[in-house]
């Protein structure tokens, strides 16, 4: 069974910085893709970035570039977003979530993990 | 890629069908559409991918359909759980990335 569990949610203030952490297990984490969705509270779910399985490929949404890093150790079965300059309206839950298999395609988001929440306030 | 959902809320009673719809700014593979259901307090469940195809034990009550631009998810025989929010979701290819639509909300009336 896939068992997804993020880490490192605390509160921060505005133009802090933070590193998240996902610890997967359940799976070949070497050969997928992983995401990180956000969720603000009481908001929607927003996709944040992904990242190939094998590190060669990395990709943000527009709001989080320049900001936001993600990086993996395929070794360690981790996932990890570190989070630079942080704004108010990153405030979320943020959840890792498994992507596909190498470059088989897309066929949705199936496991997702339990989120870590993100307060970026004074 | 803009996925704009209607109605944002949908009032109904156990039993009843729900059509839900999401439509995209411009025509997209239905290779990379997914509809997921939300419950308070827990993460988002996978329910289609490919438009139409039923994730892992997705009960047969939930169909997805539709191409280009208009898609549908139908809920037949609305059961207690299926009150949620409901979001459709794309995959662009190049360069990759993933939107998500708004969201609706399914309520018992």
């Known amino acids: 069974e896939v068992h997804l569990v993020e880490s490192g949610g605390v509160v921060v203030h505005p133009g802090g910085s933070l590193r998240l952490s996902c610890a997967a297990s359940g799976f070949i984490f070497d050969d997928f893709v992983m995401h990180w969705v956000r969720q603000s509270p009481g908001k929607g779910l927003e996709w944040v970035s992904l990242?190939?399985?094998?590190?060669?490929?990395?990709y943000y949404v527009d709001s989080v570039k320049g900001r936001f890093t993600v990086s993996r150790d395929n070794s360690k079965s981790s996932l990890y977003l570190q989070l630079d300059s942080l704004r108010s309206e990153d405030t979320a839950l943020y959840h890792c979530?498994?992507?596909?298999?190498?470059?088989?395609?897309?066929?949705?988001?199936?496991?997702w993990g339990p989120g870590t929440l993100v307060t970026v306030s004074s | 890629i803009v996925l704009t959902q209607s109605p944002g809320t949908l009032s109904l009673t156990p039993g009843d069908s729900a059509t839900l719809s999401c439509r995209a700014s411009q025509s997209i593979s239905t290779s990379y559409l997914a509809w997921y259901l939300q419950t308070p307090g827990q993460a988002p469940r996978l329910l289609i991918y490919g438009a139409s195809y039923r994730a892992t034990g997705i009960p047969d009550r939930f169909s997805g359909s539709g191409s280009g631009t208009d898609f549908t998810l139908t809920i037949s025989g609305l059961e207690p759980e299926d009150f949620a929010v409901y979001y459709c979701?794309?995959?662009?290819?190049?360069?990759?990335?993933?939107?998500f639509g708004q969201g609706t909300r399914l309520d018992i009336k």
């Open positions: 979701q794309v995959y662009v290819v190049s360069p990759p990335g993933i939107t």
């Open positions: 990242i190939s399985w094998d590190s060669s490929y990395t």
């Open positions: 979530v498994k992507g596909a298999y190498r470059n088989t395609g897309f066929y949705g988001l199936a496991s």
